[in-house]
T-cell receptor
Framework: GAVVSQHPSRVICKSGTSVKIECRSL??????MFWYRQFPKKSLMLMAT?????????EQGVEKDKFLINHASLTLSTLTVTSAHPEDSSFYIC????????FGPGTRLTVL | AQSVTQLGSHVSVSEGALVLLRCNYS??????LFWYVQYPNQGLQLLLK??????LVKGINGFEAEFKKSETSFHLTKPSAHMSDAAEYFC???????????FGPGTRLSVLP
């Protein structure tokens, strides 16, 4: 069935570096994907909507220049956390309505 | 605008006891409602969803939820708690199926032996 995969599942990086997170659709084409963020011991919040071939739509309060989203193909959406800092440490999850569980497995980012 | 409240950030039950996790929502249109479970350091697992068919929805692991429009509620229940049910539970609403989820704050379920 239709699922989304995320890579990497876990990443640790130094402060100031950039990290790219990939969300791939398997067995279907995703024109739209959603990116959510979960702070430690908190709930999930929508960060942005990723649209294939066009600019992402960001939620209020989300820095576009810090969280770069690219959806260059129907099977891949990427989230790049630029110049990461410890406060960016979170669980990042992509979502596609076509999938059974509607969410990918997530990527845990830890910024030292 | 959508919103979700979950009464009780932490619920403790004894093994074998009834589990009741509360969820109330606000939506300007007939909503799609979801319950997810999250185990420590893991992703979200869909327990069940309401998509305007039957108001009583049965999910995995013996959980079920009932959509009550008049009460704007979608409480999650399980007749008999198991130790493996200990986890964080999130209720979520989506006005357009699978898009723009709004999550509740979550309820941590502890199951006591």
């Amino acid at each position: 069935g239709a699922v989304v995969s995320q890579h990497p599942s876990r990443v640790i990086c130094k402060s100031g570096t950039s990290v790219k997170i990939e969300c791939r659709s398997l067995d279907f084409q995703a024109t739209t994907m959603f990116w959510y963020r979960q702070f430690p011991k908190k709930s999930l919040m929508l960060m942005a909507t990723s649209n294939e071939g066009s600019k992402a739509t960001y939620e209020q309060g989300v820095e576009k220049d810090k969280f770069l989203i690219n959806h260059a193909s129907l099977t891949l959406s990427t989230l790049t956390v630029t110049s990461a800092h410890p406060e960016d440490s979170s669980f990042y999850i992509c979502s596609a309505p076509e999938t059974r569980d509607l969410f990918g497995p997530g990527t845990r980012l830890t910024v030292l | 605008a959508q919103s979700v409240t979950q009464l009780g950030s932490h619920v403790s039950v004894s093994e074998g006891a009834l589990v009741l996790l509360r969820c109330n929502y606000s939506s300007s249109v007939p909503p799609y409602l979801f319950w997810y479970v999250q185990y420590p350091n893991q992703g979200l697992q869909l327990l069940l969803k309401y998509t305007s068919a039957a108001t009583l929805v049965k999910g995995i692991n013996g959980f079920e939820a009932e959509f009550k429009k008049s009460e704007t509620s979608f409480h999650l229940t399980k007749p008999s708690a198991h130790m493996s049910d200990a986890a964080e539970y999130f209720c979520a609403v989506s006005e357009d199926y699978g898009q723009n989820f709004v999550f509740g704050p979550g309820t941590r379920l502890s199951v006591l032996p």
